[in-house]
């Protein structure tokens, strides 16, 4: 089966504390999809490196068979629960996302 993503042995750690430890999963194409988990278990920060938001400290993730890159974007939807601003974001790119994400087929 061809997935739309792969996500391979992704490592993030943020000030000594780990919140991914190469963790791999492939989500198969017209699926629906749900990451599940408590608090502190990284799903945040799994969502944070699939937009490119933040970066994976080690693994890869291939959207359709390609290495994970800016041109996806268009093609990925993320609605945070909270609608806040990202801190490293100016407000300009901050609004673009938000414009980005009202827009039909945008995911």
């Known amino acids: 089966m061809s997935h739309i993503l792969n996500i391979n042995n992704v ?11 190469k963790v791999s999963i492939d989500i198969p194409r017209q699926s629906i ?3 599940l988990g408590p608090n502190g278990a990284g799903k945040t920060s799994l969502i944070r490196i699939i937009n490119q938001i ?8 291939l959207f359709n068979g390609e290495k994970l890159s800016s041109k996806h974007i268009e093609k990925i939807g993320y609605l945070p629960e909270e609608r806040g601003l990202f801190k ?6 901050s609004l673009k996302l938000f414009v980005l994400f009202s827009l039909p087929g945008s995911f």
């Open 11 to 21: 490592s993030k750690v943020y000030s000594g504390n780990v919140a991914l430890n």
């Open 54 to 61: 933040t970066g994976p400290d080690t693994g890869e993730i």
């Open 33 to 35: 999809f749900g990451l």
């Open 88 to 93: 490293k974001n100016a407000f300009r790119q």
